[in-house]
C-alpha cells in the first residue's frame, strides 16, 4: 500500500512514550521517515525495533536549546530536508499553587513552551524550503490540550498557562507562514490516557473534567495528526479539539 506521506521526513518531539509513540508509528505506517525525539534512549531503542529503518533515535533534552538544534540539523543533513515537524513532548504537574513545587513550574515552562519554540525555531528554515519542493507544503503540529484554551480547574495553573501560550504561539506562526506555504497545527486533546495521567495526577486539569466513560487513547491523538499532516495542500487545518465523549471543557 502506497502511504500518504511516502519519502517525508519527519521529528516527532516526546516519541518514547504516549501520544508521541503513537504518532511515530502512524507515520511510519503513512510512509514517512521519523526521527524520534526524547531523553529516554532505551524506550526510544525499543520503539525503533519494532518500527524498522525509517525510524531513528535521537536522544534529547527538548528544554535544551542547542541540543535540539544540533539534533534537527543533523536528521536534515542525514536525509535532505524535514516535512514534519510534531511538537509533542510535555510535561505536567497539577499541584495546587499554594502546595507546589517551583523546580516542577520551570520544568513545564522548559518543556511545554521552550522546547516548543526550540524545535520550531531550529525546524523552521527547513519546513519553509521543504515547502518550496514537490510536496508544495510542510508542517507543524503541536499537540496543546483543552487545558490551552479554557482554565478547567484548581491545579490548572502553569500547566494550563504554557499551553495557552503554545495556542498563542502557533496562532502568530500561522499567519506568518501562511504565504509560504508551512501549514501550523494544534491537536488539542482532553484527558487521555498515557504515563501522563497514570503517574497520580489526578488533579490535573484535563483529568477534573474527564468523562465517566473515560478518556482517549494515544492511538486517538495520533489519528487527530494523521488527518492534519494528510490533508491535500489547499487544506490546512489549523486546530483539532478532541474529547472523551463526556467531557465538556
Ligand atoms: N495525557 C493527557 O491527558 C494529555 C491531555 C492533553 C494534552 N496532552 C499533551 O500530550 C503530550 C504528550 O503527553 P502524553 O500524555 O503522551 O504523556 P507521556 O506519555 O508522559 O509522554 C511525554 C513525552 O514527552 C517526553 N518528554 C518529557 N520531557 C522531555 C524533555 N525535557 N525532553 C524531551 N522529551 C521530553 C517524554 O520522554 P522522555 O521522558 O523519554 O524524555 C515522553 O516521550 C504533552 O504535550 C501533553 O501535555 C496530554
Known amino acids: 500500500m502506497t502511504g500518504r506521506l511516502d519519502g517525508t521526513i519527519a521529528v516527532v518531539t516526546g516519541a518514547s512514550s504516549g501520544i508521541g509513540a503513537a504518532t511515530a508509528r502512524v507515520l511510519v505506517a503513512e510512509g514517512a521517515t521519523v526521527a524520534l525525539l526524547a531523553r529516554r534512549p532505551d524506550r526510544l531503542e525499543a520503539l525503533a525495533a519494532v518500527l524498522g529503518d525509517r525510524a531513528e533515535v535521537h536522544p534529547v533534552d527538548v528544554a535544551d536549546a542547542d541540543a535540539v538544534r544540533a539534533t534537527i540539523d543533523t536528521v536534515v543533513r542525514d536525509h535532505g530536508g524535514l516535512d514534519v515537524l ?3 513532548a510535555g510535561y505536567g504537574s497539577m499541584r495546587r499553587a499554594a502546595r507546589a513545587d517551583f523546580t ?4 513545564m515552562v522548559d518543556v511545554n513552551l521552550v522546547g516548543v519554540l526550540a524545535a520550531t525555531h531550529a525546524a523552521l528554515p527547513h519546513l519553509l524550503r521543504a515547502a518550496a519542493g514537490p510536496r508544495g507544503v510542510a508542517d507543524v503540529v503541536s499537540v496543546s490540550s483543552t487545558a490551552g484554551r479554557t482554565v478547567s480547574g484548581p491545579g490548572s495553573n502553569v500547566y494550563a498557562a504554557t499551553k495557552h501560550a503554545v ?3 502557533s496562532e502568530s506562526l500561522r499567519l ?14 482532553g484527558l487521555v490516557t498515557t504515563a ?3 503517574s497520580g495526577r489526578r488533579d490535573a486539569p484535563d483529568a477534573s473534567t474527564a468523562s465517566p466513560l473515560g478518556s482517549l487513547r494515544p492511538d486517538d491523538v495520533a489519528d487527530a495528526i494523521r488527518h492534519v499532516l494528510t490533508r491535500p495542500p489547499r487544506v490546512a487545518v489549523h486546530e483539532l479539539v478532541l474529547r472523551p465523549i463526556e467531557q465538556v471543557r
Not at 179 to 188: D, G, I, M, Q, T
Open 176 to 189: 506568518e507562514c501562511a504565504s509560504r506555504h508551512v501549514r501550523v497545527a494544534l491537536v488539542a486533546p
Open 196 to 198: 501522563m495521567t497514570d
Open 167 to 169: 495556542h498563542a504561539f
Open 104 to 107: 516542577e513550574w520551570r520544568a
Open 86 to 88: 510534531v511538537n509533542n
